[in-house]
């Protein structure tokens, strides 16, 4: 069984460090895990790379993923991804999009499968462009802005220092979510990393 893992951002240096890219800083960090380069897809506009998740022979088996980046903004998202989905002839159900969530304290987790876009962008257009929202999604807390700030500017603003601090330990957790979801099912990951 193969599955798609997606990590939503906003392409460039400039917004590299953004909150909103945390979905491609988890699939960058789970691609290096995994000792797999990422690089320009030949039909979707997306950094793509494949490897495998699972111990050979065990019990569970192993599954082939497909882990990408799209290269274009966050809202243009889904033309990447169904590309994606089309080229390795995987069916939603086996998408897993990471991305960040305003609604959940940051640092914290929530996996989950189908649903509403809840205003994000990246997920409107995937909705948009595959046709349905039940699809895996692994959602970054990013929490939400102190005062007045407005939500849009503070996703494109970057960790403060104190979340930097944090940044490593979360990703990592968030990659070993993935894997407990691809290997162990939802019900496993969601009991062990929904903070």
């Not at 990590?7 to 491609?24: D, E, F, Q």
């Not at 895990?33 to 111990?55: D, E, P, T």
Request: with cysteine.
């Amino acid at each position: 069984m193969t599955f798609v893992i997606a990590g939503l951002g906003n392409p460039g240096p400039a917004y590299s460090a953004t909150r909103h890219n945390i979905g491609a800083m988890v699939v960058a960090e789970l691609a290096s895990k995994l000792s797999v380069k990422l690089s320009r897809h030949k039909k979707a506009f997306a950094a793509v790379g494949q490897s495998h998740i699972g111990l050979p022979g065990s019990q569970l088996g192993q599954h082939s993923v497909v882990l990408a980046i799209p290269l274009c903004f966050m809202n243009e998202s889904g033309g990447p991804i169904k590309s994606i989905l089309d080229f390795y002839d995987v069916p939603p159900e086996n998408l897993i999009v990471v991305h960040d969530e305003l609604d959940i304290d940051f640092a914290a987790i929530r996996l989950k499968f189908g649903g509403g876009d809840n205003g994000h962008n990246g997920l409107k257009s995937i909705k948009k462009s595959i046709g349905t929202g039940e699809y895996f999604r692994a959602r970054m807390g990013i929490g939400r802005p102190l005062g007045r700030q407005d939500p849009a500017d503070f996703v494109l603003s970057p960790f403060s220092s104190s979340e930097r601090k944090q940044l490593p330990e979360f990703i990592g957790r968030s990659c070993d979510a993935i894997e407990t979801l691809i290997t162990n099912g939802l019900d496993s990951a969601q009991s062990k990393f929904n903070s």
